[in-house]
């Protein structure tokens, strides 16, 4: 699997459905499923989560972030 940093922006309403299903899942204990860019990513329910805040020049950046290990892959 290759490297990847990528940054897409969406609309509110399609930032807030993203974010009310991920808290679902978060809530119940699921697995999370999204597309970014065209790739489908699932996000275990034992990811480990964080908030990340920056500030630098004027601007402020938050971030919520989720961390996983990816399945090692078979040969």
Not at 11 to 19: H, M
């Amino acid at each position: 699997m290759s490297d990847r940093d990528l940054t897409r922006t969406c609309s509110r309403s399609q930032f807030v459905a993203k974010l009310r299903r991920l808290a679902d899942a978060i809530e119940y204990g699921r697995a999370f499923t999204i597309q970014v860019a065209g790739e489908r990513l699932r996000i275990p329910a034992d990811a480990e989560f964080n908030i990340e805040h920056e500030r630098s020049g004027g601007q402020q950046e938050l971030e919520f972030q989720l961390l996983w290990s990816s399945p090692v892959a078979r040969r």
